[in-house]
């Protein structure tokens, strides 16, 4: 799935908005939960595909 920056920026909202809402201690059947992990994922993908981290090289010292 393709995510655009609009979507990519609206999730980074949503996550904030979630953030207070769920806790450690939050059942995995929480709707707060469920919505936060399902736009984590689309904040993840998109940062993934524009902003990869390359991989560093270990040396063999």
């Known amino acids: 799935m393709k995510i655009t920056e609009k979507e990519y920026e609206a999730a980074l909202k949503q996550i904030d908005e979630l953030l207070s809402l769920v806790t450690d201690d939050t059942p995995d059947s929480d709707p ?26 270990q040396s063999d010292d």
């Open 32 to 57: 707060n939960l469920i919505a936060l992990l399902k736009v984590s994922n689309i904040v993840e993908e998109y940062e993934d595909e524009h902003y990869p981290i390359p991989e560093i090289e």
